[in-house]
Structures are given as structure tokens and as C-alpha cells.
């Protein structure tokens, strides 16, 4: 079975090229900011979750991408970093935390953290430019599954004429036994009476 990397389609993205995001907090001025920062930078496809299980009920709208805070009460960061690898591997997790403890990130980015941003006067530089190397990773898909198929095409049509050529030879072949059966029993029957 041919397994290919989920490759955001049309509907994911709007005509503005604007993907799915998720932004997830439980500190209301740090979502909205992050929100603002978001819309300027032209994404405008932004839903927010202000606790990580809320995120997890609304995973089956397909983000993209997901920024989410590290200390989250219920459930923390790193748990729903777990969660949200287990319902589609292939959506870009990155974490934008106050923690700066190095193991907290270390395990972020082991458990399949795109990348780690620290809260703070870089934080909108840092996701103006995660967004751009996520967008250029998709568009880089992209291109790879059209040449992907586009090299496939001609083993797929000379697969497809092979089936019907055996198809063809196995139809002409059943065809002449029958021909042949019928004839001979036709000729026995006839030689008969």
C-alpha cells in the first residue's frame, strides 16, 4: 500500500493560501495576541481553544497548524502534543511556551514538535517565521506529489495495458475453447444421430 504525507488540499486552504490554524492557551491576552499577529501577517483561517481537550474535539476540522502553550491547566502542552500526533501525525505542532526549561522543549520536539518558541519580545518574529518554513514545506509537498504522480502516469498506463492485454488474451483465449468446445460437441452430436 502507497502511503503519501497529508498534503493539504483546497479546501484546507483558502485562495489567499490561508491554512488552518489552531491556536491553543489558557491565557486570553496571549491567544489574542498571537490571533492579531496571525491576521497581520495575512492568516486569516484561526480558531482559538483556551484548554487542550476542546482542541482534541475539534481536531476532525483538519488544522494545519497548531501553536500551543506548554503550562495549560487539566491537561499541559506536552500531553496534548501526544494527543494530537496520535489523531493525524501530520499536522505541524508548535509550541509557544513561558517555559524555558531545555528538557520541556528537548521532550516537545521528541514527541513530534514542529518547533519551540519561547514567550517574549521574539515570539512574533519566531511565528512569522515558522509560518513561512510551514508554508514552504507545503508548497514543497506539494510539488513532490504532482511530479510523484507525474512519474507514475506512464508505469500506471503500462500496467493498465498489460491487464487488459492479459484480460484481452484471457477473453480471446475462454472465447476460442468455447469455439472449439462447442464445435466439437456440435460435430460429436451431429456425427451421432
Not at 491553543?24 to 491576552?29: A, I, L, R, S, Y
Not at 506536552?78 to 494527543?83: A, G, H, P, V
Not at 506512464?154 to 483465449?173: C, E
Request: with cysteine.
Amino acid at each position: 500500500m502507497l502511503m503519501v504525507a497529508a498534503i493539504p488540499n483546497s479546501n484546507d486552504m483558502n485562495a489567499t493560501s490561508s491554512p488552518k490554524i489552531f491556536l491553543v492557551d489558557d491565557d486570553q491576552f496571549s491567544i489574542e495576541l498571537n490571533r492579531q499577529h496571525l491576521k497581520n501577517l495575512g492568516y486569516s483561517n484561526v480558531s482559538v481553544f483556551t484548554d487542550g481537550q476542546t482542541c482534541l474535539n475539534h481536531l476532525v476540522e483538519q488544522p494545519v497548524v497548531v501553536f500551543v502553550d506548554y503550562n495549560m491547566e487539566e491537561m499541559d502542552g506536552l500531553t496534548l502534543l501526544k494527543k494530537i500526533k496520535r489523531f493525524d501525525p501530520h499536522i505541524f505542532t508548535v509550541f509557544v511556551s513561558g517555559q524555558e526549561q531545555m528538557e520541556v522543549a528537548v521532550d516537545a520536539l521528541k514527541f513530534g514538535a514542529f518547533d519551540y518558541i519561547i514567550k517574549g519580545e521574539q515570539s512574533e518574529t519566531r511565528i512569522a517565521a515558522v509560518m513561512a518554513k510551514i508554508m514552504h514545506i507545503i508548497a514543497e509537498l506539494k510539488q513532490q506529489h504532482k511530479k510523484g504522480w507525474r512519474r507514475f502516469l506512464p508505469v500506471l498506463s503500462i500496467v493498465t495495458l498489460l491487464i487488459v492485454s492479459i484480460m484481452g488474451t484471457g477473453l480471446q483465449l475462454t472465447q476460442h475453447v468455447a469455439k472449439r468446445s462447442i464445435h466439437k460437441r456440435g460435430s460429436e452430436c451431429f456425427c451421432e444421430e
